[in-house]
């Protein structure tokens, strides 16, 4: 990891000012700008320690973090330990180191023996640029506090990183969420990270959801989640353009815009609109994209030399057409809507749908705009399959969303996450 110090800025410098106010220490606002009052935080969470209190966060001080982000311990047994007391050690519960033991008995634990023991803190954080390489620490947070979850990758993008999934639940049910297609919208990834999360806590304590019985959820239904689908444009927009990156040269010059990737980039690193690059009358997708001034690769609108033509895609199309999903919702952040209709092919079953969706989320359900009618992910899904798909736009203003609308887009979505494997 990077030294952080005076003067440093970025994703990780937000990370860490989170993670400071979440254990106790103040480091004035989660801005990412790392000013004198988070460097007193650091030292003084230095000397609570026995570190060496220079308020700088090189490897030592990296190492202890990382074990609370990544959120838990291997602990080993010592003489006398019961597991209520390493329970509160932690500030954890034994409900919660059980279940991430499973065949643990709580009652008789040996000395030297080795178990998981998951913190106190909830893995995904939601006041923070989330980057890929934090949703991935995060995916492991959960797989390791939640061991009876599946967690997989679909794919590659095109600069490698893995395109993973979470499934929720058994069931035979299957619905499918997806987010940040478009990488300005990356906030619907901690949308989607964040449910997977309150589900598995509630769940693995038998607890419900907004009177949602997840015991029911989860025999009866699968909710598969990728919670993002763009990594590459994710991280343009929030880590800036890396030197070493393969497309540095094509990037620079492929945003003709005269702004930062950060306020304009939703494409991949390849200057690909995923969300028009799908079969589903991609053709005229393209024949629109002269009108709208797209002329090849760039920030947004280009669909691509031809359907599928990029890794992102192609994994989606093949997981979609390797599963049975009942229904799927892409999420997006560009209004308060729900789109619910491709051509004349929509399904009937969709606008009931679609208005329960409403009553949940206080969201309209709306017609796609005409420069947006072709070749997304909902459309393609659709059209292949004839049965509901649907493009939910959270949110209000301009992309990137301030993440401080975090709370409200959750309120407004949980419902519909929670409804969807029961239609
Ligand atoms: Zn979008």
């Known amino acids: 990891m990077e030294t952080l110090r005076l003067g440093s800025t970025g994703p990780n410098v937000k990370l860490v000012q989170s993670l400071l106010k979440k254990i106790g220490y103040d480091p004035g606002p989660i801005d990412g700008v790392y000013g004198p009052r988070t460097q007193q935080a650091v030292a ?14 090189g490897p030592v001080t990296w190492n202890i973090f990382l074990r609370f982000l990544k959120g838990f ?79 997989g990758s679909i794919g590659r993008s095109v600069l ?16 499918f969420y997806n987010s940040s297609h478009h990488s300005l919208e990356w906030i619907t990834t901690p949308l989607v990270m964040k449910f997977c999360e309150n589900f598995l806590r509630a769940y693995s304590q038998g607890r419900s959801i907004r009177g949602y019985n997840l015991s029911n959820i989860w025999e009866q239904s699968s909710i598969y989640i990728v919670p993002m689908v763009n990594p590459d444009g994710v991280d343009l927009v929030l880590k800036g353009l890396d030197p070493l990156n393969p497309f ?52 947004t ?35 308060r809507e729900i789109y619910w209709t491709y051509l004349n092919l929509t399904p009937p079953e969709s606008l009931s749908i679609a208005n329960l969706f409403s ?12 420069q947006a009618a072709f070749a997304g992910y909902k459309d393609w899904f659709i059209q292949e399959y004839r049965r509901p798909g649907f493009t939910i736009e959270v949110g209000l203003g301009r992309n990137p969303l301030p993440i401080e609308q975090f709370d409200t887009i959750y309120n407004n979505n949980e419902e519909i996450m929670l409804l969807a494997p029961l239609l």
Request: aromatic residues 12%; without cysteine.
């Open 160 to 175: 490698g990183k893995n395109l993973y999934y979470i499934r929720l639940g058994r069931g035979p049910r299957e619905v």
């Open 73 to 151: 311990d291997i602990y080993s047994v010592r003489p006398r330990d019961t597991l209520n007391k390493i329970a509160q050690k932690y500030y954890t519960t034994t409900n919660a180191i059980v279940t991430a033991n499973p065949g643990i008995n709580p009652d008789i634990i040996n000395v030297g023996q080795r178990i998981t023991v998951p913190y106190g803190l909830d893995v995904v954080f939601t006041d923070i640029d989330y980057t890929y390489d934090i949703m991935e620490r995060d995916i492991e947070g959960l797989r390791v506090r939640y061991p009876f979850i599946e967690t």
């Open 359 to 370: 009553k949940a989320s206080g969201y309209a359900v709306a017609d796609v705009p005409p």
């Open 44 to 57: 003084t969470f230095q000397r609570d320690n026995n570190l060496t209190p220079d308020g700088i966060v």
């Open 248 to 299: 540095y040269e094509q990037l620079l010059r492929w945003n003709t815009t005269g702004r930062p990737f950060s306020q304009v980039w939703n494409s991949n690193i390849r200057g690909v609109d995923l969300n028009r690059n799908y079969p589903a009358r991609w053709e005229l997708g393209k024949a629109q994209e002269p009108m709208l001034g797209i002329f090849g690769p760039g920030p």
């Open 301 to 335: 609108r280009f669909g691509g030399p031809f359907p599928l033509s990029e890794p992102e895609t192609i994994a989606v199309a093949n997981f979609t057409r390797q599963r049975n999903f009942r229904m799927v919702i892409a999420y997006h952040s560009q209004g």
